[in-house]
């Protein structure tokens, strides 16, 4: 927290809640049904702020991944919800915190924002390619994370996010001023097949 702390500024966990106002995580823990409590691999580390359907972060203790670490997952509280609803969303905690100072931290103060995704039946760029693209566009990556990749150059950012143990990725881009933003999408359009999100 203290790296991150120094790189992004702060608070970086103010968008997270524990679990919910009504109910703590102990407190659930003591009352619900045995049907309903995960299995002891999976350890509750940050809640979803959606009450209507709420995804909160586990990690996987049976799952190491690099330097000690453990796969973050997703799911809900439910009777076999590690079963049916669980999903891998970071190879690692140290990960996920990166990847949330960018999100959080770091793109609000950048007012020009876009995704991008790889659009279907196109050459698929990897990662990679990605990356020395926007090295060339004058991004420097930063030194951590390093299986999901953070760039930063004056006056803009990029976010790449790969999904654990697949191909897929996609990358959002802010920066200052509205014209940036066009000559990025125009140098990312020309020589890859990312294009811009709908969502």
Request: aromatic letters at 10%.
């Amino acid at each position: 927290m203290d790296e991150l702390e120094d790189i992004f500024g702060w608070p970086l966990l103010a968008h997270v809640p524990s679990f919910n106002p009504i109910l703590d995580v102990a407190e659930r823990y003591r009352v619900a049904p045995k049907s309903e409590l995960p299995p002891h691999r999976l350890l509750f580390s940050f809640g979803d702020r959606d009450p209507l359907a709420p995804h909160h972060d586990w990690l996987n203790l049976e799952s190491p991944s690099e330097e000690g670490n453990c796969q973050v997952v997703r799911m809900p509280f439910g009777a076999d919800s590690w079963k049916t609803k669980l999903r891998r969303e970071a190879i690692g905690l140290r990960e996920l915190l990166f990847l949330w100072a960018m999100e959080h931290v770091r793109m609000p103060t950048l007012p020009h924002q876009d995704p991008y995704v790889r659009r279907d039946g196109d050459s698929t760029p990897t990662a990679e390619d990605l990356a020395r693209l926007l090295e060339k566009m004058g991004f420097v990556q930063l030194h951590f994370p390093r299986y999901n990749m953070l760039f930063e150059r004056e006056g803009a950012a990029a976010r790449l996010y790969r999904h654990p143990g697949s191909p897929q990725f996609n990358l959002r881009v802010g920066v200052q001023h509205p014209e940036e933003l066009k000559r990025v999408q125009v140098l990312l359009e020309d020589n890859t097949n990312m294009g811009k999100s709908p969502f």
